[in-house]
């Protein structure tokens, strides 16, 4: 048991600090964007991809090494993803001075006569990103995996939930600590302080497995569906904007919303990957496994799971910069404060739901979480314009009942519905990866997070096109008859357009928590191995 909890503690280390760098760039590439000249014209659409390649790769890499750690054994592929996160935090490092000077070289070589030095140094840091995210991308499911092997049915819901926790809380952090280094040290000590970290992670992840047999099998890998799920993912990615994902600061003049194109070939690729399994000798996802029903109704689950979570992230920092009608300091620092009272709960809920899964079962502990969620996101659902700028005025230092009671009232709502989506996480994971054969469970962990992801990406896409429209609408409403030199009333009007959509997104957060009670009710209730 000791040793077990050795080996958990070292995994969960390489997840963290992987998910950190998922979103530590978007608080430090204004300082990149500056330090290396990019112009402001046409190059900060460009360095978006920064932020949008690593979700890529991150997503794409789950899609098939999960499956390559059920073939080749966990210890051997999580050692690779290790090396590989250990190479592409190097070249983010050093990318302004020998990648970025390769990659002029390179330019010059391929026809460009005069290519641009700081948009080589772009791409030299934009390919480290994509390596870097490959390794810690595959990491996720690849530990979830691993774990599951070392601990039997009954006692994989608490391991399965610290690694979700500390997967969460890393994504979470990522802003806040690169916001608070970049004050101190340069923007690539960010990423040089990954190297002697990984390395010795490296060298305990080998001797805590000594003398531990790393099972594998003789089988093909299915490199056909692979590519043909990647691309899949990079389409839909595409097509539902991550590709326009632009960093906190960074002003992108890529206009949100679906892109056709990308997410009908998307869906064909979609399509033939599902064809293609059915037939394949080998498949790299056995399609069988989703006649169990835990499997099919968790998965269905942690989709809309991830929608929830992503109206969280997206509401607030809308409702306080518009309706708080502050500086945009005030607005960032205001949005941060709340938002760590939906997302560390998130995080922290993940260690109690994997303690009361194997005792209330996956289908109460499931039902418990949603429950909770959709109390959190009603309450929401009363958010009032003078709350935005009251919490505005608190963080500033005004202090007052009302002001206090207000504040308490958002909060209590974020800390709600994070506590609630983040006890489904464990039961959620545990019922997917408990539903398959040993030798799938590498995969299972992948389709576990990449369901969330597609949720998530879902709703920032659907969400975006909705409030734009609906904040259109209901100005126009508003606004009827009054003149364009009427500034109170445009921004009164303002105001209120942008608090009636942040409950509106609180109201469709509620009802798929409802919609997603059916499925968590179709688990199991016992935690059992099928």
């Given at each position: 048991?000791?040793?077990?909890?050795?080996?958990?503690?070292?995994?969960?280390?390489?997840?963290?600090?992987?998910?950190?760098?998922?979103?530590?760039?978007?608080?430090?590439?204004?300082?990149?964007?500056?330090?290396?000249?990019?112009?402001?014209?046409?190059?900060?659409?460009?360095?978006?991809?920064?932020?949008?390649?690593?979700?890529?790769?991150?997503?794409?890499?789950?899609?098939?090494?999960?499956?390559?750690?059920?073939?080749?054994?966990?210890?051997?592929?999580?050692?690779?993803?290790?090396?590989?996160?250990?190479?592409?935090?190097?070249?983010?490092?050093?990318?302004?001075?020998?990648?970025?000077?390769?990659?002029?070289?390179?330019?010059?070589?391929?026809?460009?006569?005069?290519?641009?030095?700081?948009?080589?140094?772009?791409n030299a840091l934009i390919f480290g990103r994509v390596v870097q995210a490959f390794g810690a991308g595959a990491m996720v499911p690849v530990s979830m995996a691993l774990v599951a092997d070392l601990y039997p049915p009954q006692q994989r819901a608490l391991p399965l939930g610290v690694i979700g926790a500390v997967d969460t809380a890393g994504w979470v952090l990522g802003h806040l600590y690169g916001g608070v280094m970049i004050q101190f040290v340069a923007w690539p000590f960010l990423f040089w302080i990954n190297l002697p970290v990984v390395?010795?992670?490296?060298?305990?992840?080998?001797?805590?497995?000594?003398?531990?047999?790393?099972?594998?099998?003789?089988?093909?890998?299915?490199?056909?569906?692979?590519?043909?799920?990647?691309?899949?993912?990079?389409?839909?990615?595409?097509?539902?904007?991550?590709?326009?994902?632009?960093?906190?600061?960074?002003?992108?003049?890529?206009?949100?919303?679906?892109?056709?194109?990308?997410?009908?070939?998307?869906?064909?690729?979609?399509?033939?990957?599902?064809?293609?399994?059915?037939?394949?000798?080998?498949?790299?996802?056995?399609?069988?496994?989703?006649?169990?029903?835990?499997?099919?109704?968790?998965?269905?689950?942690?989709?809309?799971?991830?929608?929830?979570?992503?109206?969280?992230?997206?509401?607030?920092?809308?409702?306080?910069?518009?309706?708080?009608?502050?500086?945009?300091?005030?607005?960032?620092?205001?949005?941060?404060?709340?938002?760590?009272?939906?997302?560390?709960?998130?995080?922290?809920?993940?260690?109690?739901?994997?303690?009361?899964?194997?005792?209330?079962?996956?289908?109460?502990?499931?039902?418990?979480?949603?429950?909770?969620?959709?109390?959190?996101?009603?309450?929401?659902?009363?958010?009032?314009?003078?709350?935005?700028?009251?919490?505005?005025?608190?963080?500033?230092?005004?202090?007052?009942?009302?002001?206090?009671?207000?504040?308490?009232?958002?909060?209590?709502?974020?800390?709600?519905?994070?506590?609630?989506?983040?006890?489904?996480?464990?039961?959620?994971?545990?019922?997917?990866?408990?539903?398959?054969?040993?030798?799938?469970?590498?995969?299972?962990?992948?389709?576990?997070?990449?369901?969330?992801?597609?949720?998530?990406?879902?709703?920032?896409?659907?969400?975006?096109?909705?409030?734009?429209?609906?904040?259109?609408?209901?100005?126009?409403?508003?606004?009827?008859?009054?003149?364009?030199?009427?500034?109170?009333?445009?921004?009164?009007?303002?105001?209120?357009?942008?608090?009636?959509?942040?409950?509106?997104?609180?109201?469709?957060?509620?009802?798929?928590?409802?919609?997603?009670?059916?499925?968590?009710?179709?688990?199991?209730?016992?935690?059992?191995?099928?």
């Open positions: 048991m000791h040793r077990r909890g050795v080996i958990l503690a070292i995994v969960c280390l390489p997840v963290f600090i992987g998910a950190l760098d998922l979103t530590i760039i978007s608080a430090v590439l204004p300082d990149v964007i500056v330090q290396l000249n990019i112009p402001l014209q046409s190059g900060l659409d460009h360095a978006a991809w920064v932020v949008s390649g690593y979700l890529l790769a991150y997503a794409v890499s789950m899609t098939f090494m999960g499956r390559v750690s059920d073939l080749w054994g966990r210890r051997r592929v999580y050692l690779i993803c290790l090396a590989i996160f250990f190479v592409g935090s190097w070249l983010v490092a050093a990318s302004p001075d020998w990648p970025a000077e390769l990659a002029y070289r390179s330019a010059r070589l391929l026809g460009d006569r005069f290519p641009d030095r700081s948009l080589m140094a772009l390395a010795a992670l490296f060298g305990l992840t080998v001797w805590v497995f000594r003398g531990h047999a790393d099972a594998s099998e003789q089988t093909r890998i299915d490199w056909l569906g692979a590519a043909l799920i990647a691309g899949a993912l990079v389409c839909l990615n595409l097509g539902l904007g991550a590709a326009e994902t632009s960093p906190a600061g960074v002003e992108s003049t890529a206009q949100p919303g679906f892109a056709p194109l990308p997410l009908l070939l998307g869906a064909l690729l979609l399509a033939l990957f599902l064809l293609h399994q059915r037939r394949a000798a080998h498949p790299l996802l056995d399609l069988s496994i989703f006649t169990n029903r835990n499997v099919s109704a968790a998965s269905a689950m942690n989709l809309l799971v991830g929608f929830c979570l992503m109206v969280g992230l997206v509401s607030v920092p809308l409702f306080i910069n518009i309706a708080g009608q502050g500086s945009s300091g005030q607005g960032a620092l205001v949005s941060g404060y709340l938002l760590s009272t939906f997302t560390l709960p998130l995080a922290l809920a993940a260690l109690p739901g994997g303690w009361l899964t194997p005792r209330l079962g996956y289908r109460r502990t499931a039902l418990l979480g949603m429950l909770i969620a959709a109390a959190g996101f009603g309450l929401m659902t009363r958010w009032q314009p003078e709350m935005a700028a009251q919490a505005v005025a608190f963080v500033g230092g005004a202090r007052s009942a009302e002001i206090n009671a207000q504040i308490l009232r958002m909060v209590i709502g974020l800390i709600g519905a994070g506590i609630g989506l983040g006890l489904t996480i464990a039961p959620i994971g545990t019922a997917v990866i408990n539903g398959v054969r040993e030798s799938e469970r590498g995969i299972a962990a992948a389709v576990v997070i990449i369901l969330r992801l597609i949720g998530m990406s879902l709703c920032v896409s659907a969400l975006t096109s909705y409030g734009l429209q609906r904040t259109t609408a209901i100005s126009r409403q508003l606004l009827d008859g009054v003149t364009v030199t009427d500034f109170g009333r445009m921004a009164q009007a303002a105001v209120q357009a942008v608090t009636q959509v942040t409950t509106e997104m609180a109201w469709i957060a509620l009802i798929i928590c409802v919609a997603a009670l059916p499925l968590a009710w179709l688990l199991r209730r016992d935690v059992v191995q099928v």
